[in-house]
């Protein structure tokens, strides 16, 4: 991955390249600013992406747990159902 723009000496790099002049000091400094920031937006946009991806499986993942325990519910609740109508139908007869 490239130096930011931070690690930069501006001053060494103007030279090595022929560069003179307050303007363009200032303007090579802009341009390696906008660069740092265009590799940050595209970090942050990857970033972005991978945690929407996380949180979408992480949803179906929990919404299939609730399926799960609604199911084990609903069993339980026909078996107690059976047990109490056993019950209730020993009674009665």
Known sequence: ???????????NLMASRGLQGHGESEALALQLLVEKRARQRDLQREVAVKATKMLAELGSQARAADLDLLVTLLELAAVEAERERSRWGEMTG
Do not use: L, N, V
């Open 1 to 11: 991955m490239p130096a930011s723009p931070t690690t930069y000496d501006i001053g």
